[in-house]
């Protein structure tokens, strides 16, 4: 099993373009995170899906829209870069409420994206 | 509100030393807490979560609730512990955590 897939691993954006961060799991997990990773600042949730066709803001989310494609996918859009929002992206899943109670998240190896 | 707080960005250590990363939570209600390490450029892995009550790679942590604290630590540091530990907080609801900033982990020889 890969376990949580992120696509793609660096990408370098201009002011203002648009782009899709991709993110599968292969766990079937009900739940799926978006997070930012910023120094200083830890993990921040951006958005979350808490199972197939619902999605929800977290901490951070202005800037970004989100889809849950299907129970594997994922995927984080950001519509008009912004120089603020160069950080490292990681996406994660896991599986609230299955038989041993809530379960950790797992993470992806994370997308490295640096706008100008 | 519910927070985490790790006081030190940077804790370096020799070889064989002591090791406590400080993890301090605010949350109202039974918290749930875990431990991330995360190595140089690789993806965040579970360390330990409180409730398991493992030890880890000779880590161990312990859930103070009178203090609210949930310190990581180690007896004797080796260089491959060398890595950004995160604290986490389970903030109920669809298993949504709350991280600490981090406190990166430097064991020199």
């Known amino acids: 099993n890969a376990g949580v897939t992120q696509t793609p691993k660096f990408q370098v954006l201009k002011t203002g373009q648009s782009m899709t961060l991709q993110c599968a799991q292969d766990?079937?997990?009900?739940?799926m995170y978006w997070y930012r990773q910023d120094p200083g600042m830890g993990l921040r949730l951006i958005y979350y899906s808490a199972s197939e066709g619902t999605t929800d803001k977290g901490e951070v989310p202005n800037g970004y829209n989100v889809s849950r494609l299907n129970k594997r996918e994922f995927s984080l859009r950001l519509e008009s870069a912004a120089p603020s929002q160069t950080s490292v992206y990681f996406c994660?899943?896991?599986?609230?409420?299955?038989?041993?109670?809530?379960?950790?998240?797992?993470f992806g190896d994370g997308t490295r994206l640096s706008i100008l | 509100a519910q927070r985490v707080t790790q006081p030190e960005k940077l804790l370096s250590v020799f070889k064989g030393a002591p090791v406590e990363l400080k993890c301090n939570y605010s949350y109202s209600g039974s918290p749930e807490l875990f431990w991330y390490v995360q190595y140089s450029r690789q993806r965040l892995q579970l360390l330990l979560r409180h409730i398991s009550r493992e030890s880890i790679k000779g880590f161990t942590a312990d859930l103070n609730k009178g203090e609210t604290s949930f310190h990581l630590k180690k007896p004797f540091a080796q260089e491959e512990d060398s890595a950004m530990y995160y604290c986490a907080l389970f903030s109920g609801g669809y298993n949504k955590l709350i991280f600490g900033a981090g406190t990166r982990l430097a064991v020199h020889p």
């Open positions: 994660a899943s896991s599986d609230p409420g299955g038989t041993e109670g809530n379960q950790p998240q797992h």
């Open positions: 766990m079937n997990h009900n739940s």
